[in-house]
T-cell receptor, first 114, second 120 residues
Framework: AQSVSQHNHHVILSEAASLELGCNYS??????LFWYVQYPGQHLQLLLK??????LVKGIKGFEAEFIKSKFSFNLRKPSVQWSDTAEYFC????????????FGRGTSLIVHP | EAGVAQSPRYKIIEKRQSVAFWCNPI?????LYWYQQILGQGPKLLIQ????????DSQLPKDRFSAERLKGVDSTLKIQPAKLEDSAVYLC??????????????????FGPGTRLLVL
């Protein structure tokens, strides 16, 4: 069975600080990896995803994530956060287990102080 | 385009009562997902449909939860009878069966606003 671990449950930063949110997954086969974001009062939406090719994936709003297969990791990064990045961030994996079943991490709450 | 619609947005019931949630996916999306999100946790998949067939329901507590997607479009999730631990947000999401740019399993999910259930 696949699983996802997000190590940082709560992160507080000041504007312009750099961000890295950790995500590790447990699955031995080919995986599809996602970061979803939920801004206050809004629906969950896709930030970025990896399914093949270049392991460095760029998403919306200046976010990027790097898939490191040897470390089973898919960490999310942003060089300079803004107040508007305040949100809940979820890492998800979708691996083959007879069918593709998405599994989400417990999420990281990010607060950015202006 | 219209997003994923869910109703009701909020529901308060007493334990042992029954409740139903409705979801209408984005037009043309063959895959529909129901998730349970307990406070402080990530979404947990309850059931996944492809058109009107079940892809996976391994995490659906079948003694009390049921779901259907008749005609392969909208879907209902029912809880009967409800327990205190069912208090959660129930999310519906939809996706294309396969996106042109990626392989199976790489599809983007589009989420609805969720239904917040409180069981007293």
């Amino acid at each position: 069975a696949q699983s996802v671990s997000q190590h940082n449950h709560h992160v507080i930063l000041s504007e312009a600080a750099s961000l890295e949110l950790g995500c590790n997954y447990s699955y031995g086969g080919t995986v599809n990896l996602f970061w979803y974001v939920q801004y206050p009062g809004q629906h969950l939406q896709l930030l970025l995803k990896y399914f093949s090719g270049d392991p460095l994936v760029k998403g919306i709003k200046g976010f990027e994530a790097e898939f490191i297969k040897s470390k089973f990791s898919f960490n999310l990064r942003k060089p300079s956060v803004q107040w508007s990045d305040t949100a809940e961030y979820f890492c998800a994996v979708n691996g083959w287990g007879g069918s593709y079943i998405p599994t989400f991490g417990r999420g990281t709450s990010l607060i950015v102080h202006p | 385009e219209a997003g994923v619609a869910q109703s009701p947005r909020y529901k308060i019931i007493e334990k042992r009562q029954s409740v139903a949630f409705w979801c209408n996916p984005i037009s043309g999306h063959a895959t529909l997902y129901w998730y349970q999100q307990i406070l402080g946790q990530g979404p947990k998949l309850l059931i996944q449909f492809q058109n009107n067939g079940v892809v996976d329901d391994s995490q659906l507590p079948k003694d009390r939860f049921s779901a259907e997607r008749l005609k392969g479009v909208d879907s209902t999730l029912k809880i009967q009878p409800a327990k205190l631990e069912d208090s959660a947000v129930y999310l519906c999401a939809s996706s294309l069966a396969l996106e042109a740019s990626g392989g199976f399993g790489s599809e983007t999910q589009y989420f609805g606003p969720g239904t917040r259930l409180l069981v007293l």
